[in-house]
T-cell receptor, first 111, second 117 residues
């Protein structure tokens, strides 16, 4: 079955870049997503990439996709304290585009 | 930006009671989903719904669970007899279903925190 793995925790200093990594198993993924969840809040879609793309940049966010290694990363440039949250990698596939989420990476930004 | 709305934001119930979680998906969307997140764990798929029927469901979605689109705007999740382990944040999501790539993303609601005592 499909599986999405992430490291649990990342700590960075304010102003540095953050890189959150994710691996997935299903090679038939259509879209790969990054969601942000702040404490007690819902899931906010940050960005997504179609599976035939290698890279997508959106302001401070850069998504890199290595389909061969089934590896997805999210780089946040100039990380701010407001970026502190849990970041979920997710993939969708199949006719109904069911989304499978990773375990989430808690990003802590140190002022 | 359009929003998926979920009510209530927090629901407390006694074990064995029935609960209905309500969602209003985005108006022109065709695909609807429920997910749940037990505290500290990953977000898990429960069920997807399209064309007025369940299109896919997970092992979690057993006979105690049901979904309904009663009136063309609401999408509900019913748990018939709640158990302690049903305590979780329940997220509703919807998707337009357009063939266009830019319309494929899921829009999530802010969730309903269900506490079963």
């Amino acid at each position: 079955g499909e599986d999405v793995e992430q490291s649990l925790f990342l700590s960075v200093r304010e102003g540095d870049s953050s890189v959150i990594n994710c691996t997935y198993t299903d090679s038939s993924s259509t879209y790969l997503y990054w969601y942000k969840q702040e404490p007690g809040a819902g899931l906010q879609l940050l960005t997504y990439i179609f599976s035939n793309m290698d890279m997508k940049q959106d302001q401070r966010l850069t998504v890199l996709l290595n389909k061969k290694d089934k590896h997805l990363s999210l780089r946040i440039a100039d990380t701010q304290t407001g970026d502190s949250a849990i970041y979920f990698c997710a993939e969708s596939f199949g006719i109904y585009q069911k989304v499978t989420f990773g375990t989430g990476t808690k990003l802590q930004v140190i002022p | 930006e359009p929003e998926v709305t979920q009510t209530p934001s927090h629901q407390v119930t006694q074990m064995g009671q029935e609960v209905i979680l309500r969602c209003v998906p985005i108006s022109n969307h065709l695909y609807f989903y429920w997910y749940r997140q037990i505290l500290g764990q990953k977000v898990e798929f429960l069920v997807s719904f399209y064309n007025n029927e369940i299109s896919e469901k997970s092992e979690i979605f057993d006979d105690q669970f049901s979904v309904e689109r009663p009136d063309g705007s609401n999408f509900t999740l019913k748990i018939r007899s709640t158990k302690l382990e049903d305590s979780a944040m329940y997220f509703c999501a919807s998707r337009s279903g357009s063939p266009s790539a830019t319309n494929e993303k899921l829009f999530f609601g802010s969730g309903t925190q269900l506490s079963v005592l």
